[in-house]
């Protein structure tokens, strides 16, 4: 039997940028659901160390994030996670969120923060490696690549951009391109063939990874004589491209050809009491600071709305009574 509850505002999605927009609306009085299909934390648990956030010289990911969960709930804030989301009503003045156990969930606003994952290679050995050597983040691991040698796998403004950047810590940064020319920008590749720290293995990809408890090293395979090199290496940088989580989005509402949200400023999406923030949003860097800022925004922009909505139906009986 369906249960109905209501909400002023819901956010989706109990990453960093779900979590923030949680405590920030929860604390101005705004009764407030995060229903996050995932852990509570996001990416963040996937990450031993997050050693840039501010004011918290290093952290496990999974802490961080539940130090943000207890944060939100001090403030009110009511949080599901792990739970399936069947069907979501964007429109109109009361959003709805259908979930698989039946329950239903209403609210004035929505905030989505689905966040999104890196495309992996999908080949043997990356699953066992991912955190212990493979990264597919040069800002957050680059760091602990201190002095060693390195493989950047890509060929896009991300992969070449990643890769000088990555110069600043690696001796040694090879490069291995699955096709004979970049796709990125000019002036990125020639900051990249100029770079004494980098060499580049062309129409070759990268087939396994091998290690014992860290990554040790990759079998290269040359694209056109079929011949596979075991290269060793101290870890691996994957930069082939992002995948936004709205897929459930699609054709509800303003999503760019890559399938992220668009929003204004302040983070309204295509549609009237309607925000995003986070990773899923078009944009260009995806930091948990940025997905913070972003979520403060939203909840802010939302509590707004809110108010304003809440105003709005009052005022006829104002009216009235004047
Ligand atoms: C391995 C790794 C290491 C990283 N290290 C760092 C670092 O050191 N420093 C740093 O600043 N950043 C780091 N990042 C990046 C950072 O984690 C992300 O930028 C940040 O978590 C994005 O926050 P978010 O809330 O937008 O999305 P996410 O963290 O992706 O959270 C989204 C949440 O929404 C849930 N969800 C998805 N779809 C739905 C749906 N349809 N309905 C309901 N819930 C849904 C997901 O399960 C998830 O819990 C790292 C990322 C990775 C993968």
Redesign the pocket.
Known sequence: MAQSNHYDAIV?????????AGIYLSRARVKTLV?????????????H?????PGVESIN?YMLGNIMKNQAQRFGCDIK?N?G?ERMELNGEQKQVLLSNGAIYSADALVL??????RTLGVPGEEDY??KGI???A???GDFFTGKEIVVVGGGNSALEEAVSLTKYATKVTIVHQFDHFQAFEHAVEEARANPRINFVMESKVTAFYGGENLEAVDITDLKSGKVERFKTDGVFVFIGYVP?????KGKLNLNKWGEIVVSSDMETSLPGVFA?????AKRY???????G??TVAALAASNYIHQMKMKKKAPLENVLA
């Open positions: 989706i999605g109990g990453g960093p940028a779900g979590l923030t229903l996050s299909e995932g852990t509570v934390g996001g990416q963040m648990v996937l990450t160390e997050i050693a840039n956030y990911g996670s739970i989301i923060t689905p966040g999104g994952r890196s991912k955190g990264s597919y983040c800002t957050c691991d989580n709205t897929e459930f989005l923030a986070g990773d899923a949003i995806r930091q948990v600071t940025t997905a913070v972003d979520g």
